[in-house]
């Protein structure tokens, strides 16, 4: 299984950002996947998930109405769309395979929301 996160940086507040996360390894039009973030001193926090068809998806109360988060199963890639950003979206963003972040992780990318 490898899972490899890009597309963060930093952006200031009210940005946007489109996260990527390039699937190998395991059929990934099998499985549910989701996106898991940690902030600096703080434990994992679940973001969202998606079904396998794309025909479902989940989020968490802070990123309702802000996120959205899609794959491509032709391309063996999950996407999470970040509008209104907030400084409290700074974080190490990790894609997972399996819903809820239960799964294999990748190694993150780096989300910073500053003025």
């Known amino acids: 299984v490898q899972l490899v996160e890009s597309g963060g940086g930093m952006v200031q507040p009210g940005g946007s950002l489109r996260l990527s996360c390039a699937a190998s390894?395991?059929?990934?039009?099998?499985?549910?996947m989701s996106w898991v973030r940690q902030a600096p001193g703080k434990g994992p926090e679940w973001v969202s998930d998606?079904?396998?068809?794309?025909?479902?998806?989940y989020y968490a109360d802070a990123v309702k109405g802000r996120f959205t988060i899609s794959r491509d199963n032709a391309k063996n890639t999950l996407y999470l769309q970040m509008n209104s950003l907030k400084p409290e979206d700074t974080a190490l963003y990790y894609c997972?395979?399996?819903?809820?972040?239960?799964?294999?992780w990748g190694q993150g990318t780096q989300v910073a929301v500053a003025s």
């Open positions: 997972a395979r399996g819903a809820k972040g239960e799964g294999s």
């Open positions: 998606i079904n396998t068809s794309g025909g479902r998806t």
């Open positions: 390894g395991f059929t990934f039009s099998s499985y549910d």
